[in-house]
T-cell receptor, first 113, second 113 residues
Framework: AQTVTQSQPEMSVQEAETVTLSCTYD???????LFWYKQPPSRQMILVIR??????QNATENRFSVNFQKAAKSFSLKISDSQLGDAAMYFC??????????FGAGTRLTVKP | KAGVTQTPRYLIKTRGQQVTLSCSPI?????VSWYQQTPGQGLQFLFE???????NKGNFPGRFSGRQFSNSRSEMNVSTLELGDSALYLC????????????FGPGTRLLVL
């Protein structure tokens, strides 16, 4: 079964600085998708960024980028120029052939002004 | 386009009762998935519906069931509620079965007393 591991329960970053959230996963599939979702205190899960496994190029969405290392099964999220509104729980997620999304335990990000 | 909507947003029930939660997907989306989120277990996949048929099911007891209507709206039902069923129940929609990107609703917070 596919598992997703986020080894950092909590992270903090100074406003305007850069922070990287880690995620590793375990799978025997070759085609799959990886996601980072953000869940602010309002509880609405918001898609931050996604990566198709067959693409070598790392996905980027404005201040958010990923470092996808397929061989190492690593999928980290980098947030540049952190803003107060970035404070939230961040979940790494995997979706493969079964189409049921597997989530990591989450990383709580605090942004200090 | 309006996002995924879930009703009710909050619910209090007592042990042994049953509950029905509703989810309306984004217009045009035909696949609906349900997740349970608890502090202890994190986000867990419940089931996925497409074309009024359950296509995928997570590891939950038979007390958890769902259905999907011809307009893609979905309901999930939990019978004989237990204290451990207290959770945030999230619904997510996607364009079609196998569409990897899911968009989440705000969730229904269920408290079982």
């Amino acid at each position: 079964a596919q598992t997703v591991t986020q080894s950092q329960p909590e992270m903090s970053v100074q406003e305007a600085e850069t922070v990287t959230l880690s995620c590793t996963y375990d799978t025997s599939e070759s085609d799959y998708y990886l996601f980072w979702y953000k869940q602010p205190p309002s509880r609405q899960m918001i898609l931050v960024i996604r990566q198709e496994a067959y693409k070598q190029q790392n996905a980027t969405e404005n201040r958010f980028s990923v470092n996808f290392q397929k061989a190492a099964k690593s999928f980290s999220l980098k947030i540049s120029d952190s803003q107060l509104g970035d404070a939230a729980m961040y979940f790494c997620a995997y979706s493969g052939n079964n189409n049921d999304m597997r989530f990591g335990a989450g990383t709580r990000l605090t942004v200090k002004p | 386009k309006a996002g995924v909507t879930q009703t009710p947003r909050y619910l209090i029930k007592t042990r042994g009762q049953q509950v029905t939660l509703s989810c309306s997907p984004i217009s045009g989306h035909r696949s609906v998935s349900w997740y349970q989120q608890t502090p202890g277990q994190g986000l867990q996949f419940l089931f996925e519906y497409f074309s009024e048929t359950q296509r995928n099911k997570g590891n939950f007891p038979g007390r958890f069931s769902g259905r999907q209507f011809s307009n893609s709206r979905s309901e999930m039902n939990v019978s004989t509620l237990e204290l451990g069923d207290s959770a945030l129940y999230l619904c997510a929609s996607s364009l079609r079965l196998g569409e990897e990107t899911q968009y989440f609703g705000p969730g229904t917070r269920l408290l079982v007393l």
